[in-house]
């Protein structure tokens, strides 16, 4: 069975409907790309797995591990290993970058049965994981993403990603603002972290990310559904032939 | 109840045991307090600077002072006190005023330090009074309001800290105003003088604590000068008891190229109205101003800030916070004049107000008197609720609703004890800030 099911999918905000009927399979160390144009539903898609109460789901189901998605607290759904890595991740002026991120690991898991971190077990594993996608140390003493630039945002997200050893991660646009050489150490950082028992979810808008991440599914998204799924080849075909197109052909 | 007659008759009880009587100048100081608040009473809200803050419910119990021989305190219980306060060290020096009354043998004077001198205002005017006769009075004016005159009319005790020209005091210098709780309500009139000498640099921090459930007004006032080229740093965090009243009045003068960073942290009493007139009297005088409340329940907490920039390339920053929980008020106002003639000006100010409880209301207000035209003067004010994108990201790291509302009013609020210079006071307010911030948290709860 997939670690992730939706299935028919329908959902809206403030009355506007966005996802219209959605269905997608994601199984356990699988690695799918999901690309749309502006507006296709994209971010909708990646915030509402994450829990975010704003949409308001009118038809469909999320099963996630066996379970009904759509009744776990936010929280719960990362404790239970779900990890959004935010297009715009937030700025937390006032808290530490390291007091975040070991509450939120010792958070997770004691959810899962672990003993907590004590702050020396906590340093040596953010030290290494640092590393991993090329943030020196002194951000773990600065305020959560507070004037870091648009590339150590994204680092910072794929770090707390490794820290926090999530089940699903989906990646919301994290190619945004970013230069090449960020891309591809994001990328390396995405990468090492693939492995048998976690699925990850790419959202991207452009074809260049899965260059660097490639996937084993790719779906393109189009008017709040898939319209197409194929194998990491659709990703230059999309490139190529542009969205529209796309579209054009699977209605057809 | 507190009519002219009332205060007059308690005027009459404690005269008496008043410090320094006899010395002409004072007892003509005090009358003239009396006289004051006798016949112009305390300030209403039809006082345009006293719009949003009734003090009658203040006044609804008799204004007692006590007297040196009613206070009763143990060792031991002070010395907890004291260990709780935020920043205090073995060595700090430190007085300690229990119910408007010095404790000798819980102070600490710290005479190693060259160039400072600390102790009771009651010892200094009982043993020297002319010392103080060239500062008490000189920049407060007695009749501002009705809880000044009063103060005036009653000074019996308080801090004196002077710092010698030239001195550099690296180690801050606490004043601890404790309040028991006692059968009766009472008030206390702290009056403090603190002179920082030509080219000197000390801190001082002022501390109000109480007992829980302690049923009293403090009344305080403290004035400050700034000598020519001094730093001086003024830290004042009141944390009474949720059952008492606080006024307080912070006095500042300033001389050429002097410096004055303030932080007032208001956590504590049922109502609190803390006043900050600074006047930046000399060329090139500075001042930054930093303030944060948290209150919860009815508490209301009001703070009045004056800056007189009376002459040119004078500079302040008023930084101000306000976290307000349940049904709590914070008023803000913040005055900024500068005088005809005082070019080259430089005033900000800023009041970011978190409002999040239901009933909770914030009032902020900025008021600009400008009589120059080189001034750049910029203000702002915020009067928001916790960011829900901010909360949706902590709780996607797997952070509960109610913990990542704690941190996300922790990281608004910590800013001003931040700021705070030197360690291990900073820790300490720091500390002091992320505790008062998690029992708003765990009120909240019960509710």
């Known amino acids: 069975m997939s670690l992730l099911e939706i299935s028919n999918l329908h959902a809206e905000i403030e009355g506007k409907k966005i996802l219209n009927g959605l269905s997608l399979s994601v199984g356990a160390g699988e690695v799918h790309a999901v690309m749309g144009p502006n507006g296709s539903g994209k971010s909708t898609l990646a915030q509402l797995l994450a829990g975010r109460e704003i949409y308001t789901v009118t038809e469909g189901s999320v099963t996630y591990d066996g379970r009904n998605l759509l009744e776990m607290e936010p929280y719960v759904r990362a404790r239970e290993g779900i990890f959004l890595s935010f297009q715009y991740p937030l700025e937390l002026p006032g808290i530490a970058n390291s007091y975040f991120l070991k509450a939120a690991v010792n958070a997770v898991r004691k959810h899962r049965g672990l003993s907590e971190l004590d702050a020396v077990d906590f340093l040596m594993a953010a030290r290494s994981k640092m590393k991993l996608v090329g943030l020196d140390e002194a951000f773990l003493h600065r305020a959560v993403n507070e004037g870091f630039s648009g590339g150590e945002k994204k680092r910072n997200e794929i770090f707390q990603m490794a820290m926090l050893e999530p089940r699903l991660a989906i990646l919301d646009e994290t190619d945004s603002g970013l230069d090449v050489d960020s891309l591809r150490t994001v990328a390396e950082g995405v990468n090492s972290l693939r492995g048998p028992d976690r699925a990850i979810i790419v959202i991207t808008h452009y074809q260049r990310l899965l260059d660097y991440i490639v996937p084993d599914r790719t779906h393109v998204l189009s008017g709040g559904r898939i319209v197409r799924s194929g194998g990491p080849e659709l990703a230059r075909e999309v490139e190529e032939h542009g969205y529209k197109a796309i579209a054009e052909t699977a209605s057809a | ?447």
């Not at chain 2, 009074?129 to 308080?158: C, R």
């Not at chain 2, 600074?278 to 930093?290: F, I, K, P, T």
């Not at chain 2, 209301?300 to 004056?306: E, M, R, V, Y």
Request: hydrophobic residues 40%; negative net charge; proline residues 4%.
């Open chain 2, 1 to 447: 109840m507190n009519t002219a007659g009332d205060i007059m008759r308690e005027h009459e009880r404690v005269r008496g045991s008043l410090s320094g009587r006899g010395a002409g100048w004072l007892d003509a100081l005090r009358t003239r307090g009396l006289a004051r608040v006798a016949e112009a009473g305390f300030p209403t809200v039809r006082n345009e600077d006293w719009k949003y803050t009734n003090v009658s419910q203040v006044l609804k119990s008799a204004l007692r002072p006590i007297l040196a021989d009613q206070v009763r305190i143990e060792d031991a219980a002070l010395h907890a006190i004291v260990a709780g306060l935020p920043g205090v060290g073995e060595d700090s020096p430190l007085l300690v005023f229990v119910d408007g009354h010095f404790q000798s043998r819980a102070s600490r004077l710290g005479k190693t330090h060259r160039g400072l001198s600390i102790g009771s205002l009651r010892e200094r005017l009982e043993r020297e009074p002319a010392s103080l006769q060239p500062w008490l009075g000189k920049y407060l004016p007695v009749d501002v309001h009705g809880f000044v005159a009063f103060n005036t009319a009653f000074l019996d005790d308080g801090a004196v800290v002077e710092i010698g020209e030239g001195a550099i005091i690296e180690t801050p210098i606490h004043v601890l105003f404790h309040s028991t709780s006692r059968a009766e309500p009472f008030v206390t009139n702290p009056r403090n003088v603190i002179v920082a000498g030509a080219g000197s640099s000390a801190l001082v921090v002022e501390h109000y604590v109480g007992a829980a459930g302690a049923r009293h007004l403090t009344n305080a006032a403290t004035e400050i000068a700034v000598g020519r080229d001094a730093a001086l740093g003024h830290v004042r965090i009141q944390r009474e008891a949720e059952t008492a009243f606080h006024v307080g009045r912070v006095q500042v003068d300033q001389e050429a190229g002097s410096s004055l960073t303030s932080h007032s942290f208001g956590f504590g009493a049922a109502l609190s109205r803390v006043e900050l007139p600074v006047r930046l009297a000399g060329e090139d005088a500075e001042c930054a101003m930093h303030g944060l409340w948290a209150l919860h329940g009815t508490q209301h907490a009001d703070h009045h800030l004056w800056i007189d920039h009376a002459s040119p390339r004078t500079r302040s920053r008023q930084t101000y916070k306000g976290v307000l929980e349940d049904s709590a008020r914070g008023v803000f106002t913040g005055k900024v004049l500068v005088r005809p003639g005082a070019q080259k000006i430089e005033a900000r100010q800023s009041n970011a107000n978190l409002v999040l409880g239901q009933g909770a209301v914030a009032e902020t207000r900025p008021q600009l008197e400008i009589y120059a035209d080189d001034v750049q003067c910029t203000h702002g004010a915020s009067i928001g609720r916790l960011d829900e994108d901010a909360l949706f990201y902590i709780q996607q790291r797997g952070i509960d609703a109610r913990e990542a509302r704690r941190l996300l009013v922790y990281g608004f609020a910590i800013e001003v004890a931040e700021s705070v210079v030197p360690e291990p006071l900073r820790q300490g307010l720091m500390a002091a800030v992320a505790q008062r911030v998690a029992s708003l948290a765990r009120q909240g709860e019960g509710q």
